[in-house]
């Protein structure tokens, strides 16, 4: 048996795409059409306002050797689906000839679609708890084949860390877990902890204290019983929680009552972008994020000819031509314009600058970034326009 997903090697010849695509080309092919053309990657509307672009580094591995010159938004960017005008923003843009890429569309859609959904996600958990840590705890929640990239995404978003192994082996991290409930449900709560605290060998020691006890005594036992304790988590399920806010309020009242300031509070389990918020103000200072950041909602991009034999033309309800993303160095922002316009001065008076930049030049990558860089390039946006996430 296999599973249901398809290799590396049906990606790359297609065969992980739609159908009419492939017999679209074969069109083309009897027609004897062979002629260059720009494709351009726009979306046209969105659920917020901006987007964490992540998703392009497979698509220059789909589209090496296949595309003539690509240039995109690089990965990390935060920025406007649509310019001040209304103009969407191209955030790829594809030339060469149609026939050696066209039947691609489907997956390379499909690699920044979820992808810069996810990230977009990220974002905004990583804007709601501010300069405190927040951990990518999603791919338990979504296809395995896939948790490497969810957790890639979540991480150049704003995420903190990542638990999935070959995630960390990608990027570069420490994978970041605690406990399950199991270690308590088999060993007990103090035998678990101990476990726990005397198997720990790089990162905080977390434990998990809601299994059995109120969450308010266990973080008291807990915070007794290990003195090198760092975070205790709260995973209190909906149904035993009440006002979450107001049991992390009492942990924390009570660890710090008995001189257990030191003991930090860690809560996961089902939070969205408003609940880290609301826990972050009542005291919680780390948060285990899952299912809303890998199940981010996806970014409906779509992929049109615009030009056509150094000719301008594209279908209705499109803008056709080459086009270039501009944003002003000093109020942020962004004009799309004709790829024949120059940078020019924003109406700020500010210097508008390219933001696009190639990353494949006669069929080869000419450019790759590392996960951090693109990590960095979202976080230095967060903290001038939102709040100050940690780095």
Request: hydrophobic letters at 40%; aromatic letters at 8%; one cysteine or more.
């Given at each position: 048996?296999?599973?249901?997903?398809?290799?590396?090697?049906?990606?790359?010849?297609?065969?992980?795409?739609?159908?009419?695509?492939?017999?679209?080309?074969?069109?083309?092919?009897?027609?004897?059409?062979?002629?260059?053309?720009?494709?351009?990657?726009?979306?046209?509307?969105?659920?917020?306002?901006?987007?964490?672009?992540?998703?392009?580094?497979?698509?220059?591995?789909?589209?090496?050797?296949?595309?003539?010159?690509?240039?995109a938004i690089p990965e990390g960017t935060i920025i406007p689906y649509k310019d001040f005008k209304g103009i969407?923003?191209?955030?790829?843009?594809?030339?060469?000839?149609?026939?050696?890429?066209?039947?691609?569309?489907?997956?390379?859609?499909?690699?920044?679609?979820?992808?810069?959904?996810?990230?977009?996600?990220?974002?905004?958990?990583?804007?709601?708890?501010?300069?405190?840590?927040?951990?990518?705890?999603?791919?338990?929640?979504?296809?395995?084949?896939?948790?490497?990239?969810?957790?890639?995404?979540?991480?150049?978003?704003?995420?903190?860390?990542?638990?999935?192994?070959?995630?960390?082996?990608?990027?570069?991290?420490?994978?970041?877990?605690?406990?399950?409930?199991?270690?308590?449900?088999?060993?007990?709560?103090?035998?678990?902890?101990?476990?726990?605290?005397?198997?720990?060998?790089?990162?905080?020691?977390?434990?998990?204290?809601?299994?059995?006890?109120?969450?308010?005594?266990?973080?008291?036992?807990?915070?007794?019983?290990?003195?090198?304790?760092?975070?205790?988590?709260?995973?209190?399920?909906?149904?035993?929680?009440?006002?979450?806010?107001?049991?992390?309020?009492?942990?924390?009242?009570?660890?710090?009552?008995?001189?257990?300031?030191?003991?930090?509070?860690?809560?996961?389990?089902?939070?969205?972008?408003?609940?880290?918020?609301?826990?972050?103000?009542?005291?919680?200072?780390?948060?285990?994020?899952?299912?809303?950041?890998?199940?981010?909602?996806?970014?409906?991009?779509?992929?049109?000819?615009?030009?056509?034999?150094?000719?301008?033309?594209?279908?209705?309800?499109?803008?056709?031509?080459?086009?270039?993303?501009?944003?002003?160095?000093?109020?942020?922002?962004?004009?799309?314009?004709?790829?024949?316009?120059?940078?020019?001065?924003?109406?700020?008076?500010?210097?508008?600058?390219?933001?696009?930049?190639?990353?494949?030049?006669?069929?080869?990558?000419?450019?790759?970034?590392?996960?951090?860089?693109?990590?960095?390039?979202?976080?230095?946006?967060?903290?001038?326009?939102?709040?100050?996430?940690?780095?």
């Amino acid at each position: 048996m296999k599973f249901n997903v398809a290799s590396e090697a049906e990606v790359l010849s297609a065969e992980n795409s739609d159908v009419y695509f492939q017999r679209s080309l074969s069109f083309l092919k009897n027609k004897k059409f062979n002629d260059d053309v720009v494709a351009e990657v726009t979306v046209s509307a969105f659920e917020n306002p901006w987007i964490t672009f992540t998703g392009l580094d497979d698509v220059l591995t789909l589209l090496e050797g296949r595309v003539k010159d690509l240039y995109a938004i690089p990965e990390g960017t935060i920025i406007p689906y649509k310019d001040f005008k209304g103009i969407p923003a191209p955030f790829i843009s594809i030339h060469g000839k149609y026939r050696n890429f066209g039947e691609h569309e489907t997956s390379l859609l499909g690699f920044i679609c979820q992808s810069s959904g996810i990230s977009t996600l990220s974002s905004k958990v990583k804007i709601a708890a501010g300069d405190k840590p927040v951990y990518s705890f999603g791919i338990r929640r979504m296809n395995p084949f896939i948790a490497p990239m969810i957790d890639r995404a979540a991480y150049i978003g704003g995420a903190d860390g990542v638990s999935g192994i070959k995630s960390g082996k990608i990027l570069g991290l420490e994978p970041v877990g605690t406990m399950p409930h199991a270690i308590s449900l088999l060993l007990g709560d103090e035998e678990a902890w101990k476990a726990v605290a005397e198997g720990t060998k790089k990162g905080p020691v977390t434990v998990l204290i809601d299994t059995y006890d109120d969450e308010k005594f266990a973080a008291i036992k807990a915070a007794e019983l290990l003195p090198n304790l760092d975070f205790v988590r709260l995973d209190t399920p909906a149904s035993r929680r009440g006002n979450f806010a107001n049991i992390v309020r009492e942990v924390r009242w009570e660890l710090d009552l008995r001189g257990h300031e030191r003991v930090r509070i860690m809560v996961s389990g089902g939070l969205k972008e408003a609940d880290v918020l609301e826990l972050s103000e009542a005291g919680a200072d780390a948060f285990g994020v899952g299912t809303s950041i890998a199940s981010g909602k996806t970014v409906d991009f779509s992929m049109d000819i615009v030009e056509i034999a150094n000719q301008p033309k594209t279908k209705k309800g499109k803008l056709s031509g080459a086009k270039h993303v501009l944003r002003c160095d000093d109020c942020g922002r962004i004009e799309v314009v004709p790829a024949s316009k120059v940078d020019d001065v924003c109406q700020c008076g500010g210097k508008l600058k390219n933001v696009m930049v190639q990353y494949i030049k006669d069929g080869k990558i000419i450019r790759r970034e590392k996960p951090a860089d693109a990590r960095r390039r979202a976080l230095d946006f967060l903290k001038k326009n939102f709040a100050k996430p940690s780095s």
